[in-house]
Nanobody, 126 residues
Framework: QVQLVESGGGLVQAGGSLRLSCAASGRTFSNRAMGWFRQAPGKERVIVACISWSGSSPYYQDSVKGRFTLSRDNAKNTVYLQMNSLKPEDTAVYFC???????????????????WGQGTQVTVSS
């Protein structure tokens, strides 16, 4: 089982940047795809980005392509989400999650993931 702790959220003006971190404990981090999801009030949790266990071919939701960058450092058991050019519609609670099975490419829906973090709030003011 992988335990995950997110950090780096906060309040930022539109056009600003934030970097979210997700620190993992457990030996299985390096063989799992890692995803970031977000959930706005009254809306379902949706995937933002995902990176495979090898770090290749990250997936991005269309609305964040070109603005968000996902990376992982397996030596530090950490995955990062760099968010630039933030928009008010990016406001949500952001969650990281580990892929359900080892050595698999990214899934794009919540059931493909397990070991969710507690979430970190990102608020973008206009």
């Amino acid at each position: 089982q992988v335990q995950l702790v997110e950090s780096g959220g906060g309040l930022v003006q539109a056009g600003g940047s934030l970097r979210l971190s997700c620190a993992a404990s457990g030996r299985t981090f390096s063989n799992r795809a890692m995803g970031w999801f977000r959930q706005a009030p009254g809306k379902e949790r949706v995937i933002v980005a995902c990176i495979s266990w090898s770090g290749s071919s990250p997936y991005y939701q269309d609305s964040v392509k070109g603005r968000f960058t996902l990376s992982r450092d397996n030596a530090k058991n950490t995955v990062y989400l760099q968010m630039n050019s933030l928009k008010p519609e990016d406001t949500a609670v952001y969650f990281c999650a580990a892929g359900r099975l080892p050595y698999q490419m990214c899934g794009t829906s919540a059931p493909d993931f397990t070991s969710w973090g507690q979430g970190t709030q990102v608020t973008v003011s206009s």
